[in-house]
């Protein structure tokens, strides 16, 4: 993956210069062509300028514009020829004096130079066999011509020019493929350490090591992916545990009651053909340890289904719900001797997952009555917390209370805070489980005996975040 990554930055760096250098190129080339067309034109200018009065006079050139002419050639490397109104040259930079003299009114940009126009180009000549530039202007005398001035210059010094110039393009061009392919090896290297480590980690946790966990390193997106790694090692390790815990709490709390129900039947068998009513007894016996590993079961169902609820939580008014509920468990606790109350704002909006404000009180409310004094007093209430944003849910009963120890306990699964209860167990991990995911807080304070009463019992307290 490394060397896919290195070569893919390399290439769009390469295609990157290509497009850049390539259009410089051919801009490069056409500027010097242009520099130097210019050139030739101001200096044939000059020379027409020194050679004017001799061709206006039709005689020679004298003898310092002939040694400009050879000087010039000699500096600049241009070839220069001077031609007269018919087209005869009267003046070359050739060491070979038998040029002058010679025609070159055949010469293309000559002859348009004697029709008066200034002529520059590029043309192959048969005569060196190599391409030239060439610039041609007239010599005017007034409005007649009396002469061209030539300048020819190779056009392969122009060539090597620009192929100095474009390979120091290139070669920069290269040193950056080069720096960038060695840039893209180390950070190609850094994403793909980081990503084998993920590999790793991920091989692992599929293989079963739950407690493995990666690094939150590097790039943003590398960050992210690595935290979103860690969260999901997290709830997949929570989740496992939950499940664990679940099967061997069900285990261990179905194995007593299930032992029990069947050794009732086998007694139940070999009683009955003898002591039908001793049978009838035992059989009843079981119906009722039947009805105990109901409760046993919905509990433990209605748990693991808290403890996997992934809802959103949303608003609801606790004091509405509270009333309700209320309600409802009136006519029970009636039956018991035991009265309901409900003090509270007229609404309080909370966070809470659907439902699970029914459920945690319901919960609460039983708790209460199973261990509340016949002609007490069970009260609801609820407030607004001390801190903002905050609002609390009270169950108060006068039953016989628990230790600050009991009370620390009583959210563990299957405890009950008195012997041979016939509770499940269940009720407080309930509360606890639905306040947690719904991002409140559950809690279990004994009662402080008010003055002159005497009154014990327990404080439920559930601590809401406010809609």
Request: include cysteine; charge should be negative.
């Amino acid at each position: 993956m490394r060397w896919r990554l290195i070569g893919a930055f390399m290439l769009i760096t390469l295609l990157v210069v290509l497009v850049q250098d390539i259009p410089l190129g051919n801009y490069l080339v056409r500027v010097e062509r242009e520099r130097l067309t210019t050139s030739l034109e101001r200096d044939a200018f000059l020379l027409a300028g020194r050679a004017g009065d001799a061709l206006r006079a039709g005689g020679p050139l004298a003898p310092e514009v002939a040694a400009d002419v050879r000087r010039y050639s000699e500096a600049g490397g241009a070839r220069v020829v001077i031609v007269d109104a018919v087209g005869t040259a009267v003046a070359t930079s050739d060491d070979d004096q038998a040029a002058t003299g010679s025609p070159y009114s055949s010469r293309p940009e000559i002859a348009a130079a004697l029709a008066g126009q200034i002529n520059a180009g590029q043309r192959y000549s048969q005569t060196l066999g190599l391409d030239l530039l060439y610039v041609a202007v007239p010599v005017l005398s007034g409005e007649k011509i009396s002469g061209v001035v030539r300048l020819t210059y190779p056009a392969s010094v122009v060539a090597d020019q620009v192929n100095g110039q474009l390979r120091t393009i290139w070669t920069v061009a290269g040193t950056t493929v080069l720096l960038a392919g060695i840039l893209a090896y180390v950070m190609a290297g850094a994403v793909t350490r980081r990503l084998q480590r993920l590999r790793t980690a991920t091989e692992l946790l599929a293989g079963g090591n739950l407690d493995t966990r990666t690094d939150e390193g590097g790039a943003p997106e590398l960050k992210a992916l690595a935290g979103s790694f860690n969260r999901m090692a997290d709830r997949l390790k929570d989740l496992l545990e939950q499940q664990r815990g679940f099967a061997s709490d069900a285990s261990h709390q179905l194995r007593t009651p299930l032992t029990g129900l069947r050794l009732r039947l086998e007694n139940a068998v070999d009683t009955i053909p003898t002591d039908p009513e001793a049978g009838r007894s035992m059989v009843a016996a079981s119906l009722e340890e039947t009805y105990r590993l109901q409760r046993i079961i919905d509990g433990l169902l209605l748990l693991s289904k808290a403890e996997g609820n992934t809802a959103v939580p949303g608003s609801t008014d606790l004091v509405a719900v509270a009333k309700a509920r209320k309600e409802q468990w009136e006519a029970l606790a009636e039956e018991t001797g035991v009265r309901l109350s409900l003090d509270g704002p007229p609404a309080a909006d909370v966070l809470v997952l659907p439902g699970a404000a029914e459920q945690i009180i319901d919960n609460l409310i039983d708790n209460a009555l199973a261990v509340a004094p016949p002609g007490s007093l069970i009260r609801l209430v609820v407030s607004h917390g001390e801190q903002p944003g905050v609002v609390e849910l009270h169950i108060l009963d006068e039953g016989p209370g628990l230790s600050l120890e009991d009370c620390q306990r009583a959210f563990s699964r299957f405890w009950r805070g008195t012997q041979g209860g016939e509770g499940s167990g269940l009720g407080l991990p309930i509360v606890h489980q639905l306040a947690r995911a719904s991002g409140a807080d559950a809690s279990l304070t004994p009662r402080t005996p008010g003055p002159g009463t005497g009154t014990t019992g327990l404080d439920a307290c559930v601590t809401f975040r406010s809609a």
